[in-house]
């Protein structure tokens, strides 16, 4: 009796054990190397500041990132300070345009009890919010559209509730996660259209709408980089987020996530424009990167991480 009791024990222990590295630690982000050095105290769900990436002090170049280049920001800078060296403290920010935006119009950020009042010297999002900045506050003095992406849905691993695209998220048992319209971009400019245009208004209704109601819908707080946690920690089944994202988790050997495909009529494109600040504080730096992030080599990394070239073949 007692070595069976010591077997079930052992057999539960081994159970438990292996399930928890992935749930405690390695589906929290940052899911990328740092390009920092220090002691070490990122704490998953504790102490973690995914979004804010490399040197705050005094940086010699800071740049604002839509938050869906996370995977890759730590990469792409790495790589700019191996060719420019004399840059070699930058810092950059990931997260949704809106945000950013507003950082700037109110001289800093708060995250807990920190305050982030870097200026940026650059500053990324879709093509379209970039012309209306620019109209509006005329910040911009040189703009250059640098990556495009586009839609799809992540689901669990193997995608076992069967979504084969948009009209399979209005299921009503179906838990979904879903950028929230209010504060993201890729709600309001991206996913909504693609909804209304499979489906109608009714689909829109159905998933931004009456699922939420019903709370099987459930919108994200920060930006789409919580869907893939969500996902993983079982409080939803599926979400929408742009290709790259889903295409960088799905190719993560520990996390149980897959990417359904969108096809090219029912999905949305979006182009990624950086514009330097006309008050940037390290304009020759802010030129260098601008430079680089459009050249060969910003942009061979681009497509390591699934984006497409700023422009269509041809175009």
Same mark, same amino acid.
């Given at each position: 009796m007692r070595n069976r009791m010591l077997r079930g024990v052992l057999v539960l222990w081994l159970a438990v054990s292996t399930a928890v590295p992935v749930m405690a630690g390695e589906i929290s982000p940052p899911w990328s190397r740092s390009m920092v050095n220090g002691v070490d105290f990122t704490v998953p769900g504790v102490d973690n500041d995914p979004d804010l990436h490399g040197d705050i002090n005094h940086p010699a170049l800071v740049i604002f990132f839509a938050g869906n280049q996370y995977m890759l920001v730590n990469d792409l800078l790495r790589t700019f300070r191996r060719e420019h060296p004399a840059y070699r403290h930058l810092f950059a920010e990931t997260l949704p345009p809106g945000v950013l935006s507003r950082q700037? /119009? *109110?001289?800093?950020? *708060?995250?807990?009890?920190? *305050?982030?009042?870097?200026?940026?010297? =650059?500053?990324?999002?879709?093509?379209?919010?970039? *012309? /209306?900045?620019?109209? @509006?506050?005329?910040w911009f003095r040189k703009r250059a559209d640098y990556a495009r992406n586009r839609l799809a849905i992540m689901t669990r691993k193997g995608n076992p509730d069967h979504i084969s695209g948009w009209a399979d998220l209005a299921g009503?048992?179906?838990?979904?996660?879903?950028p929230n319209p209010a504060t993201e971009g890729i709600a309001s #400019?991206?996913?909504?259209?693609?909804? /209304?245009?499979?489906?109608?208004?009714q689909l829109?209704?159905? !998933?931004?709408? &009456?699922? !939420?109601?019903?709370k099987t819908t459930t919108l994200? @707080? =920060? #930006? #789409? @980089? $919580?869907?893939?946690?969500?996902?993983?920690?079982? $409080?939803?089944?599926a979400g929408a987020v742009w290709y790259t994202e889903a295409h960088f #988790?799905?190719?993560?050997? +520990? +996390?149980?996530?897959?990417? !359904?495909?969108?096809?090219? @009529?029912? &999905?949305h494109v979006v182009t990624y424009t950086a514009a330097i600040m006309r008050q940037a504080p390290h304009p020759k730096a802010a030129a260098a990167f601008l430079r680089f992030l459009t050249g060969p080599e910003g942009q061979a990394i681009y497509r390591r991480y699934g984006f497409m070239p700023p422009h269509p073949a041809g175009g």
């Open positions: 700037i /119009r *109110r001289g800093g950020l *708060r995250i807990g009890n920190m *305050r982030v009042a870097l200026k940026p010297d =650059i500053y990324t999002a879709g093509k379209g919010r970039i *012309r /209306r900045l620019q109209k @509006r506050y005329d009503s048992s179906l838990k979904l996660c879903m #400019h991206a996913i909504i259209p693609a909804l /209304r245009a499979s489906g109608g208004k829109v209704d159905d !998933v931004y709408r &009456n699922k !939420v109601k019903a994200t @707080r =920060i #930006h #789409h @980089r $919580q869907t893939p946690m969500m996902i993983m920690q079982g $409080q939803c089944a #988790h799905a190719s993560i050997a +520990h +996390h149980p996530l897959s990417m !359904v495909e969108i096809p090219p @009529r029912q &999905n």
